[in-house]
DNA sequence: GAGTATATATCCAAAGTGCATATAAATCAA
DNA sequence: TTGATTTATATGCACTTTGGATATATACTC
């Protein structure tokens, strides 16, 4: 979006000779925080720091932003190098790529000592993510259950055998903001299907829903609500289980 | 938030010995999206430009994020020392400060070609304060209105002779995100009263949000919905006018 | 004091929500 | 085959919320 305009020759004399390293300049990252839904629980996608400060920590996934790239494109080549994941902002998934995602910025971090090395800031993004797609790789990266102690900002993260961890820098914060930035983006869209398989049932959806909102919802309600936003679409197609077959659903992306 | 660590003498060997400059550095910037509110109008602060490039452009007041100030304090920098305005992120208002004002990141803007000079990262932040509290400076700094062309994302700009301006770089996209938020955040929080002096008429806050808005409300359910969320609280004090007179009401920043 | 303007209170119908109950369609066990 | 069980979907109803109309209160102007 940026506007043509044209340029005189005095502008562009003056473009050619300008000298940038006037300022001190921090250095720009953009940390992913990969969210999925595994056995009810939330849960991030973290990799474990091999470098100091914080050697040997979990953080969020990250990479410093390149001359050449977006942020949108920083954050979706983190995505992809680091969880094996196609990330695009906008939630356009009918790509035909193996496995976009959805990802949208959510942030940015600049206190000047959240990193003790040097001046980093860092533009934070989340992605949404179908568990059956994300690889976990052993001792380097692994997903995270997290939980909110009542009334904190910061958000606690333990392993598949239950034990606490601590984060790296300031990604507990960062998590955070994710968690509540997702909690409040429910209340408006039922963004909850971007962690489901693209059919999915109603019930499937308010279990999401759930599990995110760390509350129970109305059965009916929710239904009603779901079906009378106009989002949903039935496929026609049934899940079969325990008890009556289930229409599946899809989420309507072209309105 | 940063968590205290202790440092083994290894580690602090390895950051005394850290060279920083491995990387090419973007500058960052932040840029603060002024918003007031005048004759029913939702209005900007704009200062033009005088360099290259868009030389004599209207633009975003903006600064370069300083080495040792956070994104948080440099926005609150270009406020005051662009516009005479003290900021205060996250609207605690009862500073002894001359005029603190609303002040909220707002998003961060990275596209690798939006400043021709070089790489530039612009932290955006929109500020809101009350019209009697900006002072323009002839030339220099002026007040521009807004609008939206329908199904637009960017903004238009008119002075108050209503010509038409372009603006500098992006500041245009950027002034049509400030808008979305404003308005998607005018459905959950009363926010309005940010442009009002501290007490105020419902009748007021209503026309604050209507202009916001761009659509006429319900007197009644406005009133109830005010009243009932329990953020606001009457002073006893009344706004006399033409008719009966107003209570004067003020917001429980406590809760 | 009459007329006017605006704020506040009351009333009612329409729509939305939470909850209870009924029905439908599958599985499973005898 | 039949009936119990399970889950999905449909229906009914009380309660709340919302939009809209109307009534009342309190100021102003003439």
């Given at each position: 979006?940026?506007?043509?305009?044209?340029?005189?020759?005095?502008?562009?004399?003056?473009?050619?000779?300008?000298?940038?390293?006037?300022?001190?300049?921090?250095?720009?990252?953009?940390?992913?925080?990969?969210?999925?839904?595994?056995?009810?629980?939330?849960?991030?996608?973290?990799?474990?720091?091999?470098?100091?400060?914080?050697?040997?920590?979990?953080?969020?996934?990250?990479?410093?932003?390149?001359?050449?790239?977006?942020?949108?494109?920083?954050?979706?080549?983190?995505?992809?190098?680091?969880?094996?994941?196609?990330?695009?902002?906008?939630?356009?998934?009918?790509?035909?790529?193996?496995?976009?995602?959805?990802?949208?910025q959510?942030?940015?971090?600049?206190?000047?000592?959240?990193?003790?090395?040097?001046?980093?800031?860092?533009?934070?993004?989340?992605?949404?993510?179908?568990a059956?797609?994300?690889?976990?790789?052993?001792?380097?990266?692994?997903?995270?259950?997290?939980?909110?102690?009542e009334?904190?900002?910061?958000?606690e993260?333990?392993?598949?055998?239950?034990?606490?961890?601590?984060?790296?820098?300031?990604?507990?914060?960062?998590?955070?903001?994710?968690?509540?930035?997702?909690?409040?983006?429910?209340?408006?869209?039922?963004?909850?299907?971007?962690?489901?398989?693209?059919?999915?049932?109603?019930?499937?959806?308010?279990?999401?829903?759930?599990?995110?909102?760390?509350?129970?919802?109305?059965?009916d309600?929710?239904?009603?609500?779901?079906?009378?936003?106009?989002?949903?679409?039935?496929?026609?197609?049934?899940?079969?289980?325990?008890?009556?077959?289930?229409?599946?659903?899809?989420f309507?992306?072209?309105?």
């Open positions: 979006m940026i506007h043509l305009i044209h340029r005189s020759p005095e502008e562009q004399q003056y473009l050619s000779s300008y000298e940038p390293s006037a300022f001190d300049r921090p250095s720009v990252t953009v940390d992913v925080v990969i969210l999925t839904l595994r056995e009810g629980h939330l849960e991030a996608l973290l990799v474990k720091r091999k470098e100091h400060p914080y050697l040997n920590y979990w953080s969020l996934p990250g990479g410093f932003v390149q001359p050449h790239e977006s942020l949108d494109e920083a954050a979706a080549r983190v995505l992809r190098q680091k969880a094996g994941l196609e990330g695009m902002v906008g939630m356009e998934r009918e790509s035909p790529h193996k496995h976009p995602v959805y990802l949208e959510l942030y940015t971090f600049g206190d000047p000592k959240r990193d003790p090395r040097m001046r980093v800031i860092s533009v934070a993004y989340y992605a949404l993510v179908e059956s797609h994300i690889r976990e790789a052993g001792e380097e990266i692994a997903l995270f259950k997290l939980r909110t102690p009334g904190a900002s910061s958000v993260i333990f392993d598949s055998k239950n034990k606490k961890y601590s984060l790296a820098f300031d990604h507990a914060e960062i998590l955070g903001v994710a968690l509540r930035r997702i909690r409040g983006k429910l209340s408006y869209t039922p963004i909850g299907f971007e962690l489901l398989p693209e059919r999915f049932t109603l019930r499937q959806l308010q279990a999401v829903h759930e599990t995110i909102l760390q509350k129970k919802l109305n059965k309600s929710f239904r009603r609500k779901m079906l009378a936003s106009g989002m949903l679409e039935a496929t026609g197609a049934l899940e079969r289980g325990l008890g009556r077959p289930a229409e599946l659903y899809r309507r992306r072209e309105v």
